[in-house]
């Protein structure tokens, strides 16, 4: 069975073609600057002898002509590796949004599309692309399943006291303002992942999962269900990100509107946009900030501290939310990479049950699940990678099942 994952951004749409019964990616791909006058797309076809990537330049006027040219590709007698649209079982499609209408995967038909609309003031950068891509994709594969696979839905098992926010109820009851989280797939596919490697059932695993990547953030996994989670309402809350300030005073806000005299879209792309690691220190890759880091840069030093700051305040919080952990998870671009991260976040956990071994925290191979702990750390420590792709995919081919 051959399942496509498509996962539209608002100038982009990756893709990642797998074939489910060798649970093998036979292709993927990324269209790149969709609108603008120079558009890209890249595609690669990872099966047979001869793997191979092609690079066509074009304007890519919108997601239609996007996922055409991608159609175009997998199906192509040199580099496709479908002969028709009929050998598609099922498309997934990431949906960053599902707000409390959906706690789990689901087939899209005309009323779930309607669904993922409404929620569109909630993630208004999002929902809108992800929708045409399901549009296209409806199109373009009429007789493939089509199933909408959300970032919110692992983190809908939260209790009421860890969503809600203490503001006037009305804010939640009619306007729908509490955590939702994000990056579930993530953290739900490495919890399992983790659970799987130390041969503890996912029902009564414990731990918690940081996704570190350009953005991040973190979930308490109680008996294998989200209980909490740092991002919330939107992906800004939380953790020191790229360019997302993480956790911040809201009046903050009201002064920098009141007194500062910025409107409400510039204080929006301040703290999306040019706060996190990227304001305190002018860059936000992390692997540039290790570099000034290393070569003594007071701006960079102390834009780390105060990101594995804000880390490890949020183990101390989940920790004291689950009571008892079996492991800590990192995952994503830095979680997987970067062990000074991992080094700064874990020391001092020692009395919390958390040390690291410095060798193994060093030479943890990349793009593997490895263990990382010392040998008296209570808790396990893990680096496992991620793969949001795939778990879509099984998310839709479960879909699929069951129907
Ligand atoms: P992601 O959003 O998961 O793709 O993660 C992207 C981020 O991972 C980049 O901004 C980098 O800061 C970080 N990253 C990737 N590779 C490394 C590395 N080798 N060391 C430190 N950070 C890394």
Redesign the pocket.
């Known amino acids: 069975m051959k399942i496509l994952v498509i996962n539209c951004g608002s100038s982009s749409i990756k893709y990642q073609l797998f074939d489910m019964e060798r649970t093998a990616a036979l292709a993927s791909g990324l269209v790149e600057r969709i609108g603008e006058a120079e558009g890209r797309i890249t595609h690669h076809r990872l099966t047979g002898a001869h793997p191979r990537t092609v690079t066509l330049d074009a304007p890519i006027a919108d997601h239609h002509a996007g996922l055409t040219r991608m159609a175009d590709l997998i199906m192509d007698p040199e580099v496709g590796v479908i002969a028709a649209p009929v050998e598609l079982a099922a498309i997934g499609h990431r949906v960053v949004h599902g707000g409390e209408r959906f706690s789990a995967s689901t087939i899209i038909d005309d009323e779930v599309i309607d669904a993922i609309q409404a929620l569109s003031p909630f993630a208004p950068l999002h929902n809108p692309p992800n929708l045409a891509g399901i549009r296209v994709a409806r199109k373009l594969f009429p007789r493939a399943v089509q199933v909408a696979v959300f970032d919110t839905a692992y983190h809908q098992t939260l209790p009421a006291a860890a969503y809600r926010y203490a503001i006037p109820t009305e804010f939640y009851e009619e306007h729908g303002i509490r955590v939702y989280g994000f990056h579930g797939t993530s953290h739900h596919y490495v919890a399992r992942l983790a659970a799987r490697h130390l041969d503890i059932p996912f029902n009564h695993f414990n731990a918690i999962t940081l996704h570190l990547?350009?953005?991040a953030s973190m979930a308490a996994v109680e008996n294998g269900r989200s209980v909490d989670t740092s991002m919330g309402f939107t992906p800004l809350a939380g953790l020191i990100m790229?360019t997302r300030s993480g956790d911040l005073d809201p009046a903050v806000v009201y002064f920098m509107g009141t007194r500062l005299g910025f409107s409400f879209e510039e204080i929006d792309r301040i703290l999306n946009k040019e706060s996190g690691l990227l304001g305190l220190c002018g860059v936000?890759?992390?692997?540039d900030i290790?570099r000034r880091r290393e070569a003594g840069d007071a701006a960079a030093t102390l834009a780390l501290d105060m990101y594995a700051y804000r880390i490890k305040k949020y183990i101390g919080a989940y920790i004291a939310a689950l009571g008892r952990v079996d492991a800590l998870v990192f995952t994503?671009?830095?979680g997987e990479?970067?062990l000074l991260v991992r080094e700064l976040v874990c020391t001092g956990l020692d009395l919390l049950g958390v040390t690291l071994d410095a060798e193994k925290n060093a030479t943890a191979a990349r793009g593997q699940l490895s263990e990382i702990q010392a040998a008296d750390s209570r808790v396990k420590v893990l680096v496992a990678p991620t793969n949001e792709e795939l778990e879509i995919a099984n998310q839709t081919l479960a879909v699929v099942r069951k129907t």
């Open positions: 990547g350009n953005g790229g936000n890759d992390l692997r290790e994503a671009g830095v990479n970067s």
